[in-house]
T-cell receptor, first 115, second 113 residues
Framework: AQSVTQLGSHVSVSEGALVLLRCNYS??????LFWYVQYPNQGLQLLLK??????LVKGINGFEAEFKKSETSFHLTKPSAHMSDAAEYFC?????????????FGAGTRLAVHP | NAGVTQTPKFQVLKTGQSMTLQCAQDMNHEYMSWYRQDPGMGLRLIHY???????DQGEVPNGYNVSRSTTEDFPLRLLSAAPSQTSVYFC????????????FGPGTRLLVL
């Protein structure tokens, strides 16, 4: 079965600092990988996704993630944090077993950005 | 397009009560899903549907029923609410292509006393 591990349930950075949110997955087949963001009291919004092709994926709001098959990782980065980036971030992998494309989510990482 | 809409936004139930969480989408998506979100556990799939008249169980289906009589609507029913069902519930929809993005509703926060 697929699984997703997000290292660190809480990450705190200073405004302007590098954001690095870690995600590792287990998958027996090439996966589709996603990062979603959830702002307080809102639903999930897609940040970026990897399906095939280029392993460095750029998303909205200056975020990007790199698919590293050898490390089974899909870490999310942003060069310079902004106060508006404070939110919870979820990594997810597609699970195609059973003929339906289910999303398997990690537990989430809450990002705090302080002045 | 309104996207994926959910009602109500917040609900308090007593143990044993029943209720239906509503979900609708106007994007003509075939696939719809219900997830629950609990602290430290991410989102877990409850039930899903691949089209009108077709539903199946996800990861945590116990205590929930669904039906899909139209493409647009996918209600989630709690027949006899339990405190363990206190959670935030999200409905999602997408097209039938595997790598397509899922679109999430704003969520329903449910408290069962």
């Amino acid at each position: 079965a697929q699984s997703v591990t997000q290292l660190g349930s809480h990450v705190s950075v200073s405004e302007g600092a590098l954001v690095l949110l870690r995600c590792n997955y287990s998958s027996s087949v090439p996966p589709y990988l996603f990062w979603y963001v959830q702002y307080p009291n809102q639903g999930l919004q897609l940040l970026l996704k990897y399906t095939t092709g280029a392993t460095l994926v750029k998303g909205i709001n200056g975020f990007e993630a790199e698919f590293k098959k050898s490390e089974t990782s899909f870490h999310l980065t942003k060069p310079s944090a902004h106060m508006s980036d404070a939110a919870e971030y979820f990594c997810a992998v597609s699970d195609l077993s059973g003929g339906y494309n289910k999303l398997i989510f990690g537990a989430g990482t809450r990002l705090a950005v302080h002045p | 397009n309104a996207g994926v809409t959910q009602t109500p936004k917040f609900q308090v139930l007593k143990t044993g009560q029943s209720m239906t969480l509503q979900c609708a989408q106007d994007m003509n998506h075939e696939y719809m899903s219900w997830y629950r979100q609990d602290p430290g556990m991410g989102l877990r799939l409850i039930h899903y549907s691949v089209g009108a008249g077709i539903t199946d169980q996800g990861e945590v289906p116990n205590g929930y029923n669904v039906s899909r009589s139209t493409t647009e609507d996918f209600p989630l029913r709690l027949l006899s609410a339990a405190p363990s069902q206190t959670s935030v519930y999200f409905c999602a929809s997408r097209t039938d292509r595997n790598q397509e993005t899922q679109y999430f509703g704003p969520g329903t926060r449910l408290l069962v006393l």
